[in-house]
């Protein structure tokens, strides 16, 4: 199962916490925007996912979805079990596996290399030096089967998402929007600036273990050629 998730418009303060509908809740963590409240998130999905009555926890970018097996007969007394389970969580490490992703960066599947050098005031190498040179966690997988959430950039390639989305990307398409970077795993619309495209695979809808990425994988991007 995936869901949408933003990352950006959370409290600073303190946890929301909001049913959705009679079926799920839907719990968003206060503070930065950052790994390691990443990390509470997968801490606080893997004690909830425990928990009688609840069908998923499903960790997502800065929040956490809880489903119901059934309607929660008490939603408040819930909501309470989440806050003081959140203030319990800790720094919870996965030992996920390094992934390295050949990218070639611009021409006709990078159609937004261009227009992203140019927001960022730098070379078109400049940029794809500065995405391929570090190390991203996958923070969530959600948008479509097999997407990874991966951050965090370099914050000298923090772009806004595009005025007006493109309707279809294929496959294999590496983007940036924000202070996150993602690689399609099929085709779809984006509002993201789509740098380059890589042949990886990263969902097999017949495999026990359908995904590629899982949360706390590390990826690696290498470029393996640039197209001016």
């Avoid at 949408?4 to 503070?31: C, V, W, Y």
């Amino acid at each position: 199962m995936s869901i949408r998730f933003s990352a950006f418009s959370k409290s600073k303060d303190q946890a929301n916490i909001s049913l959705l509908g009679t079926t799920a809740m839907l719990f968003e963590a206060p503070g930065a925007f950052d790994l390691l409240t990443q990390k509470r998130i997968w801490a606080l999905a893997n004690e909830a996912q425990g928990w009688q009555g609840i069908k998923e926890a499903i960790p997502g970018m800065t929040n956490m979805m809880l489903t119901f097996r059934s309607p929660c007969e008490d939603p408040s007394a819930l909501k309470e079990r989440l806050l003081a389970a959140w203030e319990k969580a800790t720094d919870w490490k996965i030992e996920g596996k390094t992934i390295e992703i050949p990218v070639v960066y611009g021409g006709e599947l990078g159609p937004h290399l261009h227009d992203a050098a140019k927001l960022t005031n730098m070379s078109v190498d400049e940029l794809v030096n500065l995405h391929a040179n570090r190390d991203y966690s996958v923070f969530a997988l959600g948008a479509h089967p097999g997407l990874g959430y991966l951050g965090i950039t370099d914050e000298r390639i923090w772009v806004p998402r595009r005025e007006v989305p493109v309707l279809s990307i294929p496959a294999g398409s590496v983007s940036i929007g924000g202070m996150q970077t993602a690689v399609s795993a099929s085709p779809g619309a984006s509002g993201w600036h789509t740098l380059g495209h890589t042949d990886v695979e990263f969902f097999f809808p017949q495999k026990e273990k359908p995904t590629l990425l899982s949360p706390g994988d590390t990826v690696r991007f290498r470029v393996e050629r640039i197209i001016p």
